[in-house]
């Protein structure tokens, strides 16, 4: 402690001893003057001049670091604003892909209702359930700026969980058919393979997109066509009466032939009744012949697609022309015996690819397989006249 005290004038002497008294000399005018600068008048103006240097240090300081502060705060606002400017890029992008998004959707309907029409009429069809999650902390972002993101998300979604099920339920009618065309006694293949050279007028979906719904609506597309294809020949097939009223007088298959008396091919099935009876379609279709067709007589022909054409012959007058549209049940003609004929009948032959069958067996079938065709018809718009 004492030491200390010993020290402490010491120092200061040593630093008084830095500012000794000065006298300054100056003649000036013959006269000489005398200026004394003591000691302490020196260590005032240190001390003042110190006290500025060092005042204008820190604020010199506080200024730089006001600076520092200001340009930090500018690149963080910088930084700010790029980033805003990069999320409006973003929300106008996903937005712009959004619109995207919603004219898929609206065009993946569209299509979705019209097959849905084509092939099952009027339907009411509820939204299912569905989860949408967004992809990655930018997809988050955005998607909070698009709520209906999530909400399209869902509806392709639903879309997808409807095509799949709506293809099922095609596969399995096409099945059904198919097992309606073998009750027929025909093969479902070969007529298939006839059929599409028919009128098939398939839904094309039109879109090229990639993704889960575009291959489902592709695969529901083809499972539509082959069904139309299916429906198409087991509509070609002729199933109705010819004639609403009279009893069949001569078979398919070998007969005495009732001019030559000798045994002969009879190519139909002959059915007696009267003179100007009704005679009707057997089955939808077009009328490709309205005439006189050599021992015929009066002959008409309808081509129902597939390869199928039925010929009804030895009329007493023609209620067709050629090129009409018929439907199962329509009046076309009247029964008579012209041509090569012994008395008043119809002569009713059935020809697939030119070739003559049995038309009983078509005539004849199951009330199932016949409740199968009538449904088909009714989907393709061609109405249903049995008689």
């Keep these: 402690m004492s030491r200390n005290l010993k020290e402490g004038p010491s120092l200061w002497s040593r630093f008084k001893g830095l500012f000794p008294d000065h006298e300054l000399h100056i003649r000036s005018g013959g006269k000489l003057r005398f200026f004394r600068i003591s000691s302490k008048l020196q260590i005032r103006v240190v001390s003042i001049a110190a006290l500025g240097a060092f005042t204008w240090l820190a604020v010199t300081l506080v200024m730089v670091g006001l600076q520092v502060k200001g340009a930090s705060d500018r690149i963080a606002l910088d930084q700010r604003e790029q980033h805003v400017i990069q999320t409006e890029a973003r929300v106008a992008e996903y937005r712009g892909s959004v619109e995207d998004q919603v004219a898929r959707v609206e065009q993946r309907q569209a299509v979705l209702d019209a097959l849905v029409r084509r092939h099952f009429g009027n339907l009411d069809i509820e939204d299912g359930d569905a989860a949408a999650t967004e992809d990655g902390a930018d997809a988050d972002e955005t998607g909070a700026a698009i709520p209906e993101a999530a909400a399209l998300q869902a509806l392709e979604q639903h879309q997808v969980a409807f095509a799949r099920a709506l293809r099922g339920a095609v596969e399995a009618r096409t099945r059904q058919t198919a097992e309606a065309i073998r009750g027929f006694g025909f093969d479902p293949r070969a007529m298939s393979r006839q059929a599409q050279g028919g009128p098939l007028q398939p839904v094309h979906t039109a879109i090229t997109e990639n993704g889960a719904i575009d291959s489902e609506i592709a695969d529901l597309e ?96 023609i209620d067709v022309e050629v090129g009409q549209e018929v439907s199962r049940g329509n009046r076309i003609g009247r029964m008579g015996s012209s041509g090569r004929s012994t008395a008043t009948h119809l002569h009713y032959e059935v020809r697939i690819n030119g070739r003559a069958v049995n038309p009983r067996p078509l005539l004849e079938a199951d009330r199932d397989v016949l409740e199968i065709q009538s449904v088909a018809e009714r989907r393709n718009g061609d109405p249903v006249e049995r008689g």
């Excluded at 109705?240 to 000798?262: C, E, H, I, K, V």
């Excluded at 059915?271 to 021992?295: D, E, N, Y």
């Design 222 to 317: 083809i499972a539509l066509n082959r069904l139309a294809v299916m429906e198409l020949s087991l509509r070609a097939i002729p199933s109705a009466q010819p004639t609403a009223y009279g009893s069949m007088s001569s078979p398919f298959g070998l007969r005495r032939d009732p001019f030559t008396r000798g045994r002969a091919m009879h190519n139909g099935i002959d059915f007696r009744g009267t003179t100007g009876q009704g005679i009707l379609a057997t089955g939808p279709g077009r009328v490709s012949f309205a005439g006189w067709k050599g021992g015929y007589g009066r002959c008409i022909e309808i081509d129902h697609g597939a390869g199928v054409v039925t010929r009804y012959a030895h009329l007493s007058g």
